[in-house]
């Protein structure tokens, strides 16, 4: 009798190492593992996942690499509408985990696979990111969770797969880090306070430059198409060599304070040096070629994109329409932004576009007006304050009797 086809979506962290051997010599089933890389694995880490997953007992590993799908579909929006959850969370692992269930459940579908299963907890948001997308896609398979139908700690984990015969450095599963091209997540035990914040040594990238230096990032409707005298075809190999400039002077770290699917409040530590810079010099950018009507819808409409995909709606099809309506915003965002990078943070400079609004052809704030009279603005003032005068008016009466 053949054994049920069961896909894992897997890493080679503590989780998904415990569910191979969970479900291959404690259930029984044959185990199709399948790494997603959305940006977070060079070749070298690729090769030795694939040869981890085979010595856990798999039967089959695939790599499956989804960068470039990631940024073209999701990413590039939420560069367009400037997307920071909660002001400040660039959505590094809440809009990947999306890439990497729809990749777990089209090779499901191609092994014709009796089950999928994923790592999350239950306490998390990926359990219900993973779980909706498996609903739509492949609504007859059956989803399998270990660690959270067993709620297991980390600590239980670690013991089971010692019992195993398993070894790993275990030092490295103090901390929980998530990697991709958007940014790295990191937990441990001091985001599960609401006062601790992460050591030095919990962040992938340490501070190894101290000279401040200047960088160009150059803009075409919207993407990042070039860095300093580089230009690039790709934006996704922009994006990559940015982070590999200004991650070296640990910029982008922060811990994330914010609402979860299932309603419970969560902590999570973060590194994201060149998203963070990206959204904010796009923004400035925006700033200068966009009217103010045309930021304030964005302003909504993006900040409402990223909660839709923060919570796993990523498929609804309403979200194809606000991409349509970001995209069309971005016509005349194209020009240059300076930004200085030091150790820890960094800073806009400046920008230059041939779009840009604020331009001396027509004035200069607080200094001289070309576009009008003095006469202009008396009127303009007038008219602009007179209904709110006779509001006042009116009040006055009535309050007097």
């Not at 044959?30 to 010595?55: C, M, P, Q, W």
């Not at 964005?298 to 991409?323: A, C, D, I, S, T």
Request: charged residues 25%; hydrophobic residues 35%.
């Amino acid at each position: 009798m053949s054994k049920k086809k069961v896909v894992l979506a897997y890493s080679g962290g503590l989780d998904t190492s415990y569910c191979v051997k969970y479900l291959t010599e404690d259930k029984g089933y044959e185990v199709h593992s399948v790494l997603v890389d959305t940006g977070g694995f060079s070749s070298e880490e690729l090769i030795n996942v694939e040869k981890r997953a085979y010595a856990m007992g798999v039967k089959k590993h695939e790599n499956i690499y989804a960068t470039h799908d990631f940024y073209q579909n999701c990413i590039r929006y939420m560069i367009f509408g400037n997307t920071l959850r909660n002001n400040t969370y660039p959505l590094s692992v809440s809009a990947e985990r999306v890439f990497q269930a729809k990749s777990i459940a089209e090779y499901a579908k191609k092994i014709n696979a009796d089950a999928v299963a994923h790592g999350s907890t239950g306490a998390g948001n990926d359990q219900v990111r993973f779980d909706m997308i498996f609903h739509i896609m492949i609504p007859n398979v059956e989803i399998i969770t270990p660690i959270r139908d067993l709620k297991l700690s980390r600590e239980a984990e670690i013991e089971y797969l010692k019992s195993k015969g398993v070894e790993m450095d275990w030092s490295k599963t103090k901390y929980s880090i998530n990697q991709g091209i958007w940014g790295t997540s990191v937990g441990g035990k001091e985001t599960l306070t609401s006062d601790q914040y992460l050591p030095n040594e919990a962040f992938p990238k340490q501070c190894t430059k101290n000279e401040a230096q200047l960088i160009r990032l150059k803009f075409n409707k919207g993407e990042l198409i070039g860095l300093n005298d580089e230009s690039f075809k790709n934006p996704v190999d922009a994006i990559q060599k940015l982070n590999a400039i200004a991650s070296a002077y640990a910029i982008g770290r922060d811990i994330h304070v914010g609402d979860t699917i299932i309603g419970i409040k969560g902590r999570v530590g973060f590194e994201a040096a060149a998203p963070l810079i990206i959204i904010k010099a796009h923004h400035l950018l925006e700033k200068h070629v966009l009217t103010k009507w045309q930021q304030y819808w964005k302003e909504q409409l993006g900040n409402w994109y990223g909660m839709l995909v923060h919570e796993g709606q990523f498929l609804e099809p309403v979200l194809r329409n606000v991409e349509k309506f970001l995209e069309d915003t971005q016509d005349h965002v194209t020009g240059e932004v300076i930004v200085k990078l030091e150790p820890y943070r960094f800073i806009l400079q400046g920008i230059k576009s041939t779009y840009d609004l604020m331009s001396s052809e027509f004035g200069s704030y607080g200094e001289m007006n070309k576009g009008y009279t003095g006469e202009d603005v008396k009127g303009f003032s007038k008219m602009l304050s007179n209904q709110v005068m006779i509001y006042n008016k009116v009040k006055e009466k009535n309050e007097q009797g």
